[in-house]
């Protein structure tokens, strides 16, 4: 289940477009176009986050100030805190074994690590994706850490969880700069960073991700979540006993 609230401007929006499309026969002027674009924009979101909206390339056109006040305006963040709000609740109500065995699994990339500031050269996800500017922006290790998923990953580790780090990112030429960077964004101590091998390059991020958590469960350990910002982060065998979906959308991975 997805959780996120809408905003009251958004949904001020819905009904105002409402009341458009049920009016006296008025041409639409300006302001009632933005809104009838707001109104589909944020219907486009809920799809991407329900992942009812798969296999897009870009932002579309009519969206793309919409994602960038959504991402920047302060939504995003009650989403995400939303989301961290229900994973609190559901780790109150689990304890880590004393073997040792109980793991989560983050994925990297805008869930430990942001791209927001490669994002917004790049139209919030309006241009096309480019994996050539985005390899150079990984390698500078510059991506922040998001702050509320690091309060995550610190309450994990005291919880006597072990942490898995997950990434679609090439190990060859990403997993040095990765390192680094999760090291000086405070991400200490976690079990092991998994990062994409010759031998998946060119596999989906689904049957990629699937292999590496069944390789961790055939060596005993129990994945009790798994968190990640793309449906494919979550999706697949042995993705653990609970998902949690942080929003983005910006972009989409299969």
Avoid at 67 to 74: C, Q, S
Avoid at 217 to 230: A, H, K, S, T
């Amino acid at each position: 289940m997805i959780s996120f609230i809408l905003a009251s401007w958004e949904l001020l929006l819905l009904i105002l477009a409402n009341l458009f499309s049920r009016g006296t026969g008025m041409m639409l002027g300006p302001r009632s176009s933005m809104a009838v674009d707001s109104c589909y924009c944020l219907s486009w979101r809920f799809a991407v986050e329900a992942n009812n909206a798969q296999a897009w390339r870009m932002v579309p056109a009519q969206c793309v100030f919409y994602v960038e006040n959504y991402m920047l305006a302060g939504q995003y963040n009650k989403d995400l805190d939303m989301v961290m709000e229900q994973i609190s609740t559901y780790l109150n109500g689990i304890v880590a074994a004393d073997d040792g065995m109980d793991a989560w699994v983050l994925d990297i990339d805008d869930t430990c690590l942001s791209n927001l500031w490669y994002y917004e050269g790049k139209r919030f996800g309006g241009d096309p994706w480019d994996p050539s500017t985005f390899k150079s922006w990984a390698q500078g290790g510059l991506c922040p850490a998001i702050p509320a998923v690091l309060r995550l990953y610190k309450r994990l580790k005291k919880g006597g969880f072990n942490v898995f780090l997950l990434t679609g990112r090439d190990e060859e030429a990403l997993g040095a700069p990765t390192a680094r960077n999760l090291h000086a964004q405070g991400f200490i101590g976690y079990e092991r960073l998994i990062l994409r091998g010759p031998s998946y390059r060119g596999q989906s991020a689904v049957a990629f991700k699937s292999a590496m958590r069944k390789q961790l469960v055939e060596e005993g350990y129990r994945i009790r979540g798994n968190v990640g910002d793309q449906w494919s982060d979550l999706q697949g065998d042995c993705n653990g006993d609970r998902i949690f979906k942080i929003p983005n959308p910006m972009y989409f991975v299969p």
